[in-house]
Each structure stands twice: as structure tokens, then as C-alpha cells.
């Protein structure tokens, strides 16, 4: 559990609460007043120790490859009526077997998607092909699901996370949309198989990349380092210098830590750091039973309320993006609009500058509110600061979906429709970030099995609503599945107000349970 030092002012203090900024500033504050969270250790192979060029690679690889799933996973829609004349079926089928892909996406390994994933799709000629391609791009493409937001968490500091992460959503949301673009002038150069076939080949030039290039971030830290708040005594850009150079390393320590004569030291393991890094893989110490008892450990996670809820406020937002992914080229490419692929392709760049929008407005700058708002509370932050940004898209994001479906459904200027698509965007920004923000600010020590948790439900709702998304819009017309879906979306996204009344005292109620969490994971 994270807590803090004795010397600081008196405060209740519940899972998720830390003291982020040394004393109350009326006037304002720097850099030099944030207390750096969770505690670095003294451990040069420590990530949260690495410097900032460093770090910002290594972000840069996790968002080159979320974009790069991104896309591979929702390329599809813009071939939709494509492949009901390769397959010869019907959109319903090819629903079912893409809700099946975002089903299994919760699990997986990423060593499946360049052999069995793309190569099969651009050689497929039968239905059920497909629905066997979709069954291993779900299992191949699982890890950027929630790897990357686990691998930022160890990097980064809380007050910067949430900028990170919404890069990290950015990247997400990027791919999911240039990949459709993309897509579009690739089917109309080259043909269908072509846009799998490129997948291929980029896919194995990350794959050399990353086994070259990417480095392992897990790091086990005692708990007990957590009780202790590491006060910054310079400001981030010379922090990161100095921990460049491994001979200030003692320096530093003797610096950073406020009135504590002796560093704080994390695991270290007796092994080569090379090897550490870059091995195909490591067995961290623990035992086999650990390991599947750590299974079970999402579905216990269910149980906390702030983690349900934000599966479900997650999963809502991406199933907007899977509706619109199974309806775009449903809308566009008859009459009135009769777009070509990649003009059905270029749509996407609505809801892509939306997102990079609400990535800056749910990431830096909640970053930001969310350390102003610590400063008035003398110092204190609580995890519900985040959660300010989900009340203009609570509005937003449902207004975007009523506004597709209906200006849609009247045939209006292919404008208004686009439009709403941004709006959609930008909500599912707000709704990626925010929400594994808030959850890793709340339960910071079993933060693989929240993210773990997070997306197995996201991708249970998506599957859910992708399967029944046609027939869902056969029944009640166009215009009223989504003035329904919107209404959907503010009912879960407005929900966030109850938390930010409510969810420290939550918190403080499972805080037994976390604690029992926290002991029964393996690492």
C-alpha cells in the first residue's frame, strides 16, 4: 500500500492517497516541490532511474506498436463490403467472427500475429478462414491490450503518467484510424490481399526491432519502499542527467532522499544485465503455484468497484469505435455518399485528430489539474482528481455517437456524420487514459492484474455489442441504435461524478482486500 513519511501533515490516508507535492503553496509551485512517486531505488537497472532520451525511446516503441495492432485489428472496415464478395456471407457473419477477434484479444501471444495472422488473411478464400484468422489475431495481438500501459507504469512517475498514457492511448487510437486510411489506397493500388500482405512485412520489421531495441521494465521493489517519499531537490531534466552517469549514482541517492542517511535499495538479481534485457525472456523468482494462482487474480479484481467500472466505462468506448468500424463503409459507400475505399479511408482522420485532442486534454493537462488540485489539498493527491476530465465527455462522446447515427441515417452532408465521428474520438481518449490512470493512481501495487482485469472486461462488452451490432441496427433503424447508444455511453461516462463523491471512501472499504491481492500475486 502506498502511504508516506511520518513528518508530514496529518491526513487520512487510504490505498491511492500520497503526499505529491511538499507543502501548500498559495502562490504557486515548481518541479522541485513534486515528491517523485512510487520511490526510485538506488538499483542502476531501476527504469524509474533511466534517463529521459531513454525513456522516451522506449515510450516511442510502445506506441509504434500499439499504433501498428491498432491498425492490424481494425483494418477490416474498410474492406467489409470486400470481403462479403471474397467470402460470399453476409455483414452479420463477418460481425460474429470480429467480436470473436476482440474476445480473445484478452489473451494471446504477440509471437502469433506475423506467422499466423496476417499470412493467412491475405491467402484466405473460405468463411471460415476468416473466422480462424480472427480467432489468432485476437490470441496474437492480446499483449498491446495492456502490456504497454503496465510497461509506462514502471517507467514514469505518477505525476507524469498521465500523459504517458495518453500517449500510449493516442498510439491506440492513431493506428485504429490511419490503418482504415492506409488500407483504403492500399485496396484501391494494389487490392485486397495487399493490405494484409503489408501487415506481414511490417510486422516483421518490428519484430527485429524490438528484439534488438526493447527493454525489459519489470522491477520488483519491496512494498516497504513505498513508505517512503522521495523528495525531489532538483527539477526533472537534471534528475534525468545526473542518473544517466552511474558513478553520481551514490550522489544522487544522498540528494534525493530527504533526511535519510542510507538509500533505498530494490531486488536486484543475480544475473547479466545484458542477458536481463535482452533474452527472449526471464524467469523472475517465484513458484509455478504462484504463477496459477495469479490467473485467478482479475477475477478477484472485479470485486473493487472502481475496477469494475472503469472495465465498463473502457469497454463502452472502444464498442463505440467497433460500431462505427462494422457501419462506416455500411454509410459511405452506397447511395447518397458512394465513396470509393479510400474515401472511406479518409473519414478516419476525424476521429484521429479527435482522439490526439483528448490524449493532450486527459493526459498533460489532467496531469496538470491533477497536481494543482493536490497543492490546494495541502500536498495530498487523491486518484479521483483524474477523474474531473470524464464530465465535458460525458457530453461529448455521446453527443458524437447521436450525431453520426442520425445525420447519417437523413442522408445529410457527409460533414455532419464525420464530425460526430471526432467527437467519438475524443471520448475514447478521455475514456482509455483516464480510466488506467485512475486505476493505477488507486491501486498502484497490483497494477498488472487492475489492467489485466480492465481490458478482459473491455474486450467482453466489445465482443458483446460488435455481435449483436447488426441486428441491433436491423431492429430498431439506424438513428435510434445510436440515439440509444449515446444515451448508453453518458448513463456509464457521467457515473464518474458518484467516484469522485464517493470513491476514496470505497477505497478505504476494500482496503483488506487489496491488501490480500497484493500478497497472493506471484511478482
Not at 464530425?419 to 471520448?427: K, S
Not at 444515451?487 to 471512501?505: E, N, P
Request: proline fraction near 5%; hydrophobic fraction near 45%.
Amino acid at each position: 500500500m502506498e502511504s508516506v513519511r511520518q513528518d508530514v501533515p496529518d491526513y487520512d490516508v487510504v490505498p491511492g492517497t500520497v503526499y505529491l507535492v511538499q507543502g501548500a503553496h498559495q502562490d504557486g509551485f515548481s518541479s522541485r516541490d513534486i515528491i517523485l512517486m512510487p520511490t526510485p531505488s538506488s538499483d542502476p537497472r531501476d527504469p524509474l532511474r533511466w534517463s529521459r532520451w531513454r525513456k522516451t525511446y522506449h515510450l516511442l516503441l510502445l506506441v509504434l506498436y500499439s499504433s501498428t495492432l491498432g491498425a492490424i485489428t481494425n483494418g477490416d472496415s474498410v474492406v467489409y463490403l470486400n470481403l462479403v464478395q471474397i467470402y460470399h456471407t453476409g455483414i452479420n457473419k463477418l460481425n460474429y467472427a470480429g467480436a470473436v477477434m476482440l474476445l480473445l484479444l484478452g489473451v494471446g501471444n504477440v509471437f502469433f500475429v506475423p506467422l499466423s495472422n496476417k499470412i493467412w488473411m491475405a491467402v484466405s478464400k473460405q468463411y471460415g478462414e476468416y473466422w480462424g484468422v480472427n480467432i489468432l489475431r485476437g490470441l496474437g495481438s492480446a499483449p498491446f491490450e495492456a502490456l504497454p500501459a503496465i510497461s509506462i507504469s514502471d517507467i514514469y512517475f505518477a505525476h507524469e503518467r498521465g500523459g504517458k498514457l495518453g500517449a500510449y492511448v493516442f498510439g491506440l487510437a492513431f493506428g485504429s484510424f490511419v490503418g482504415p486510411v492506409c488500407g483504403g489506397y492500399m485496396v484501391t493500388g494494389q487490392g485486397v490481399r495487399w493490405m494484409y500482405w503489408w501487415g506481414v512485412i511490417i510486422i516483421g520489421a518490428l519484430l527485429v526491432l524490438f528484439f534488438f531495441t526493447l527493454e525489459e521494465t519489470h522491477f520488483i521493489r519491496p512494498l516497504d519502499m513505498h513508505d517512503e517519499a522521495l523528495v525531489s531537490t532538483m527539477d526533472m531534466p537534471g534528475l534525468d542527467k545526473t542518473l544517466t552517469n552511474k558513478s553520481t549514482s551514490k550522489e544522487i541517492d544522498n540528494q534525493s532522499v530527504h533526511q535519510h542517511p542510507e538509500a533505498i535499495v530494490g531486488e536486484v538479481f543475480d544475473a547479466d544485465g545484458f542477458r536481463i534485457q535482452y533474452s527472449l525472456w526471464k524467469i523472475y523468482p517465484t513458484t509455478w503455484t504462484a504463477v496459477f494462482t495469479e490467473w485467478w487474480i482479475p477475477l478477484k479484481c472485479i470485486t473493487l468497484p472502481a475496477v469494475f467500472w472503469c472495465g465498463l466505462n473502457y469497454g463502452t468506448c472502444v464498442s463505440w469505435l467497433a460500431v462505427m468500424g462494422t457501419t462506416v463503409a455500411l454509410i459511405f459507400s452506397p447511395p447518397p455518399y458512394l465513396f470509393s475505399n479510400s474515401d472511406v479511408g479518409l473519414v478516419w482522420f476525424s476521429p484521429l485528430i479527435g482522439s490526439l485532442i483528448g490524449a493532450y486534454f486527459s493526459g498533460p493537462l489532467n496531469d496538470r489539474l491533477t497536481v494543482y488540485l493536490s497543492n490546494r489539498n495541502r500536498g495530498w493527491r487523491e486518484p479521483e482528481y483524474r477523474l474531473w476530465a470524464f464530465i465535458p465527455s460525458a457530453i461529448i462522446m455521446p453527443g458524437g455517437l447521436i450525431m453520426y447515427g442520425a445525420t447519417a441515417a437523413h442522408g445529410l452532408h457527409w460533414i455532419a456524420p464525420v464530425f460526430g465521428m471526432g467527437l467519438v474520438g475524443f471520448g475514447l481518449s478521455v475514456g482509455g487514459t483516464v480510466t488506467m490512470s485512475y486505476i493505477l493512481d488507486s491501486y498502484k501495487e497490483i497494477d498488472t492484474q487492475v489492467i489485466t482485469t480492465i481490458i478482459l472486461l473491455r474486450n467482453i462488452i466489445g465482443f458483446g455489442i460488435s455481435f449483436g451490432i447488426q441486428s441491433w441496427i436491423d431492429g430498431m433503424g439506424l438513428q435510434n441504435t445510436f440515439i440509444f447508444v449515446g444515451c448508453l455511453s453518458f448513463a456509464v461516462t457521467i457515473f464518474a461524478v458518484f467516484f469522485i463523491a464517493s470513491g476514496k471512501r470505497m477505497r478505504r472499504r476494500t482496503t483488506t482486500r487489496y491488501q490480500h491481492l497484493m500478497k497472493t500475486k506471484a511478482m
